[in-house]
């Protein structure tokens, strides 16, 4: 488990994931809705995995002998057993620059959403400009690499020119 974090086409590896679960169990017991939870908060509402990946690797942990259930009324609250904490501690650097990099990628997306979502501008044309580019830039979101760097390009030299660098 542990590795280089968010990947192409997913947020994070299996191994990285079951890294960050036995990391907040650790810190604390919890249910299965609670880390998807923790992990929502943590990155700003940017990365909720799916009960469907956040439950498989809760039982592969249970499995490898990582992770011990107790049961909860009807859910199950798990906590790390005394060889998940030993393999967290060999891996906690690992662990913390994943959750570090699931933070600071939440706190860059919520500037992005907050950017794009204010309305305050006193020019209409300001506010129409914006949506335009908006726009535009949710129909290119499938292009392909070459157009996406055409547009970074673009995009590049009109913040240079609205800054005046």
Known sequence: MGGRGFRTGRKLSGSDLQLVILALIAEKPRHGYEIIKELEERSSGFYAPSPGVIYPALTYLEEIGYASVT???????????????????????????????????????????????????????????????????????????????????????????????
């Not at 906690?92 to 950017?115: C, H, P, T, Y």
């Not at 506010?127 to 690499?145: F, G, I, N, Q, T």
């Open 71 to 165: 049961a909860d009324a009807s859910r199950k609250l798990y906590s790390p057993t005394d060889a998940g904490l030993a393999f967290l501690k060999e891996r906690k650097d690992v662990a913390d620059a994943i959750l570090s990099q699931i933070e600071r990628v939440g706190q860059k997306m919520e500037r992005v959403r907050r950017a794009f979502a204010r309305e305050d501008w006193r020019s209409p044309e300001m506010m129409a400009a914006r949506r335009l580019l908006r726009s535009a830039l949710d129909d290119k979101r499938e292009a392909p690499l070459e157009e996406q760097r055409r547009i970074a390009e673009i995009l590049a030299r009109a913040a240079r020119d609205i800054s005046g660098n």
